[in-house]
């Protein structure tokens, strides 16, 4: 079987607003990238995308422009790096929470796959929405990033415990921002 037939999507939510995800997201989708892996990187973040600005691009058109009826070649923008693209968030006034939901969204990510070594997808803060597990339910695995000291032991172990139950494969937390002692 070929590399594309085995392509695997992925999430990574966190906690709270500020734990990092983004950052964590992008520097897997570089290292992969490097590693000779076609990556995609899609901004499911529709209340704060920031995967465009990483990598200074423009914020539409994108997810959900996508999601509402555009081509998803309208949408593919291409990074410094030959193997990696974005798919942003997309123009504001068409983002809809409920789109992750939909078949398109499962059709969009069946055509990803089938394009990409790797689907990444940033989603909004598990505490502020509940998007990260209508999208779990979707991908094929996820990982939860929290910020060090940052997050409850308990909230952690909620969190995780809802992405366990998610019929994505949960691979564990990344605990970003850790300082030596």
């Given at each position: 079987?070929?590399?594309?037939?085995?392509?695997r999507?992925?999430?990574?939510?966190?906690?709270?607003?500020?734990?990092?995800?983004?950052?964590?997201?992008?520097?897997?989708?570089?290292?992969?990238?490097?590693?000779?892996?076609?990556?995609?990187?899609?901004?499911?973040?529709?209340?704060?995308?920031?995967?465009?600005?990483?990598?200074?691009?423009?914020?539409?058109?994108?997810?959900?422009?996508?999601?509402?009826?555009?081509?998803?070649?309208?949408?593919?923008?291409?990074?410094?790096?030959?193997?990696?693209?974005?798919?942003?968030?997309?123009?504001?006034e068409?983002?809809?929470?409920?789109?992750?939901?939909?078949?398109?969204?499962?059709?969009?990510?069946?055509?990803?796959?089938?394009?990409?070594?790797?689907?990444?997808?940033?989603?909004?803060?598990?505490?502020?929405?509940?998007?990260?597990?209508?999208?779990?339910?979707?991908?094929?695995?996820?990982?939860?990033?929290?910020?060090?000291?940052?997050?409850?032991?308990?909230?952690?172990?909620?969190?995780?415990?809802?992405?366990n139950?998610?019929?994505?494969?949960?691979?564990?937390?990344?605990?970003?921002?850790?300082?030596?002692?």
């Amino acid at each position: 079987a070929s590399t594309r037939s085995a392509a695997r999507s992925g999430i990574r939510p966190s906690g709270m607003p500020g734990s990092g995800s983004t950052s964590v997201l992008c520097n897997i989708a570089l290292s992969w990238a490097a590693a000779d892996k076609k990556v995609a990187i899609v901004d499911a973040n529709f209340r704060r995308p920031g995967a465009h600005r990483v990598f200074a691009l423009r914020e539409g058109p994108g997810l959900a422009d996508v999601l509402s009826g555009a081509p998803l070649e309208e949408a593919i923008q291409h990074t410094g790096d030959s193997r990696l693209d974005l798919i942003s968030a997309g123009s504001r006034e068409k983002r809809v929470f409920e789109m992750f939901s939909s078949e398109r969204f499962s059709q969009l990510l069946a055509e990803l796959k089938a394009r990409y070594d790797l689907v990444l997808i940033d989603v909004a803060p598990a505490l502020v929405a509940s998007d990260s597990l209508s999208i779990a339910n979707r991908c094929d695995a996820s990982c939860l990033v929290v910020r060090a000291l940052g997050e409850k032991r308990g909230l952690v172990g909620r969190l995780r415990n809802d992405l366990n139950d998610a019929r994505s494969e949960f691979l564990g937390v990344v605990v970003n921002a850790v300082k030596p002692s």
